[in-house]
């Protein structure tokens, strides 16, 4: 597939404190990157390089085989950004606020109307548009704000946390108009630090930490990085302590804790391990009441690699 | 196009905004054009004296007499000294004429007697000087060139007989011109208030760093729109100028369209432009929208109290007076009051207005150059 975006060595330092170590990755046609880090791992930073916000003391960037530089406004064209903060203007209604940043890029008020209804559709604000962005609840002035930043029908998207403090509902909303735009056509860089995101949407992902490339992958390659292949959590009544020492000599366990009545096994690998543990319950008369299983997440990679959570 | 319009979108959301302060305007206005008098009449008028004589009532001194009662008021008051006093206290009378024993003598003889006076210094007073003086100076003259006492009373009256004929050929109507006065001094705090308000708030709605961002990623050229955003707003300015002077024009009529009131209406124009510069500099400050409405309240309201806007310059302490001349609107109201003064129009009379404009020019230069240097400075620390 081809490469929209090309990274080669990318380091930035604020004030010789390095910010970003000789990052180099690429950016396919039609896929969604996941930028997945803690805060301050260089995700912002990443980006605001890419878009030529910030200078950059080594490295090149190329966007669809073009050198990105501050003047480059064809390329920008190309661009749309919704960036982790909200940037409406507080005076103008919602549909006036979309008009007025995808006439940056369009100048054509025909074709600007069909956009600016397309993107209000797409995030769910056609009955809000006469609204003003303090009538907005959180979550519908970050729809507005996604809205702004993508309503001229851009290749490339860049989307900076844009879920941050917002409503399940609201989430969701942004989430599934994130799939849409993929269908349409367009690339999309996504920052998050939930990890959940990052595996719903992403076909791939680059974990950062401090700056550097910690792995890169899809969400399944990430997953085997993780020590463990299962977690299995049973909310129990009462368990002997000689039954918790036989459960730790099955194969597979990796480790065994109780904490009052919740008792979480972790596997290293292997298959039907929950199937064996029902069957241990059963024959020893431990009565229980709910039992998960989940499989690794990448905050559990972000954990093996680094030793620390993703939300530290 | 679209910026362009953005911002008179916004504009329009305040108009509220700039609808209080015309409101505003039209009343202090509308209480000082309610009052109506004309004083263009003219009466001569004429003081009380007071003439003891010591002399024979004949010849030259009766001549005197005469002519002092026939142009000014003259009192008798009984020639006692607490009498006299008190007459001068309590302005009864305004100057009293002592003529001496001998004194037609000695005019007659070629000497120059003295004439003795008491006066109140006032207006009525140094007419009644006048009077006398004139009298004084023509039989002089005639006494050094004649002999003959009937033939020098004879041409004194001749002479002072020749009346000034008086016509006022002036149409200004001072009492139009003083309320066109007080509606462009008004006008400088409403003016001012509505462009530093409005252009305040719509500069740090796009100056803030959110939006500055999204702009500056867009595909348009960032430099680009903020020309845009500066024509619109000379714009904006030219546009409240139009509204200020149609309302003056309403509420002045005629008086407007005369070539002072075109004058008044420039150096509005000037005026609105320096405040411009103003929220421009003020604008670069703080993005923070409650600290402009702070800072563009203190800017706008104390100039207008400090130089003259609500109350006539001539009450305002002198020291008070000192600390403005370091205010734009300072400048602009002494303008108005200049041209309040002026008789007549011409390039000469109205080169201190041309300096009070230049001088409002090179306000608004200043305030760009700190703007510039406040712009530069932000640029590096980001």
Same mark, same amino acid.
């Given at each position: ?35 997945? @880090? ?49 940037a409406v203007l507080e005076e103008l209604?919602?549909?006036e606020n979309?008009d007025y940043f995808?006439g940056l ?28 962005p ?14 702004c @930043? ?163 | 196009?679209t910026v362009f319009k953005t911002y008179f979108k916004i504009v329009?959301k305040y ?63 009984? +020639? ?59 039989? +002089? ?13 004879? +041409? ?24 066109? +006065? ?16 409005i252009i305040c708030f719509i500069l740090t709605s796009f100056k803030n760093k959110n939006i500055h961002k999204r702009i500056t990623i867009s595909?348009m050229n960032y430099k680009k729109h903020n020309r845009i955003i500066r024509k619109a707003s000379l714009?904006y ?39 411009l510069?103003?929220a421009i500099?003020i604008s670069s400050l703080t993005n923070n929208k409650?600290?402009v ?78 703007n510039?240097?406040?712009s530069?400075?932000k640029?590096?620390?980001?």
């Amino acid at each position: 597939m081809e490469n929209i975006i090309e990274v080669k060595n990318l380091t930035k330092e604020y004030k010789n404190k390095l910010a970003l170590d000789n990052l180099s990755f690429e950016v396919k046609k039609g896929e969604i990157l996941g930028l997945l @880090g803690p805060n301050g791992s260089g995700k912002s930073t990443t980006i605001n390089c890419l878009l030529s916000l910030l200078s950059f003391k080594q490295g090149n960037i190329k966007i669809l085989g073009k050198e990105m530089e501050p003047n480059a406004y064809d390329l920008k064209k190309e661009i749309g950004v919704v960036f982790q903060e909200i940037a409406v203007l507080e005076e103008l209604t919602v549909y006036e606020n979309i008009d007025y940043f995808c006439g940056l890029y369009i100048k054509e008020k025909e074709k600007r109307k069909q956009y600016i209804e397309e993107a209000l559709d797409l995030v769910g604000l056609i009955e809000y548009k006469k609204f003003y962005p303090k009538q907005l609840s959180g979550g519908l002035k970050r729809r507005l704000n996604i809205a702004c @930043g993508i309503a001229h029908k851009p290749k490339i998207i860049f989307l900076d946390e844009p879920t941050v403090a917002v409503d399940p509902q609201s989430r969701n909303n942004i989430l599934e108009g994130i799939k849409k735009l993929r269908k349409e056509g367009a690339t999309i860089i996504y920052t998050t630090h939930y990890m959940e995101e990052a595996e719903i949407l992403c076909d791939r992902i680059i974990i950062l930490d401090k700056g550097k490339i910690l792995a890169e992958g899809n969400k399944d390659s990430l997953k085997k990085l993780a020590d463990i292949e299962e977690k299995i959590t049973v909310e129990i009544k009462e368990i002997k302590k000689e039954n918790l020492e036989k459960i730790k000599t099955f194969k597979t366990v990796e480790e065994v804790n109780i904490n009052k009545n919740i008792l979480t096994i972790t596997y290293k690998k292997g298959k039907n391990n929950l199937e064996e543990l029902m069957k241990f319950l059963k024959q020893n008369n431990i009565t229980y009441d709910k039992v998960f299983s989940e499989r690794p997440t990448l905050n559990d990679v972000f954990l093996n690699l680094t030793g620390k959570d993703l939300r530290d | 196009m679209t910026v362009f319009k953005t911002y008179f979108k916004i504009v329009k959301k305040y108009k509220g905004m700039i609808l209080l302060y015309t409101i505003l305007l039209i009343l202090f206005s509308g209480i000082n054009l309610s009052t109506n008098d004309n004083n263009t009449n003219f009466t001569k008028e004429k003081p009380n004296i007071l003439i003891i004589n010591k002399d024979e009532n004949i010849g030259i001194t009766k001549n005197l007499i005469h002519y002092l009662k026939k142009n000014t008021n003259t009192k008798e008051i009984e +020639n006692k000294e607490q009498k006299i006093k008190d007459a001068l206290f309590y302005r009864d009378i305004n100057y009293i004429i002592y003529i001496k024993e001998n004194y037609r003598k000695d005019i007659l003889d070629g000497k120059n007697p003295k004439i003795d006076i008491k006066t109140t210094k006032d207006y009525n007073a140094t007419l009644a000087s006048q009077i006398l003086t004139r009298y004084i100076k023509v039989q +002089n003259i005639y006494v050094k060139n004649m002999q003959n006492e009937q033939e020098i009373i004879k +041409n004194i009256n001749k002479s002072l007989e020749k009346q000034a004929k008086i016509e006022i050929t002036s149409k200004i109507n001072t009492t139009q011109i003083e309320k066109m +006065n007080l509606y462009f001094n008004f006008a400088s705090y409403s003016l001012m208030a509505i462009i530093i308000f409005i252009i305040c708030f719509i500069l740090t709605s796009f100056k803030n760093k959110n939006i500055h961002k999204r702009i500056t990623i867009s595909s348009m050229n960032y430099k680009k729109h903020n020309r845009i955003i500066r024509k619109a707003s000379l714009l904006y300015v030219f546009i409240v100028w139009i509204l200020f002077s149609l309302l003056g024009l309403i509420l002045l009529k005629d008086t407007l369209l005369s070539i002072r009131g075109i004058i008044y209406m420039v150096n509005a124009l000037v005026f609105a432009f320096c405040s411009l510069t103003i929220a421009i500099m003020i604008s670069s400050l703080t993005n923070n929208k409650e600290a402009v409405s702070g800072i563009v309240n203190v800017v706008s309201l104390g100039q207008a109290f400090l130089c003259g806007a609500f109350v006539p310059t001539q009450w305002l302490p002198k020291n008070v007076l000192t600390l403005a001349h370091i205010l734009p609107t300072y400048w602009y109201i002494q303008t108005n009051e200049l041209l309040k003064k002026l008789e007549i129009i011409n390039l000469k009379e109205i080169k201190p207005i041309l300096l009070n404009m230049l001088i409002l020019i090179l306000f608004s230069i200043l305030f760009i150059i700190i703007n510039n240097q406040i712009s530069k400075r932000k640029q590096k620390i980001e």
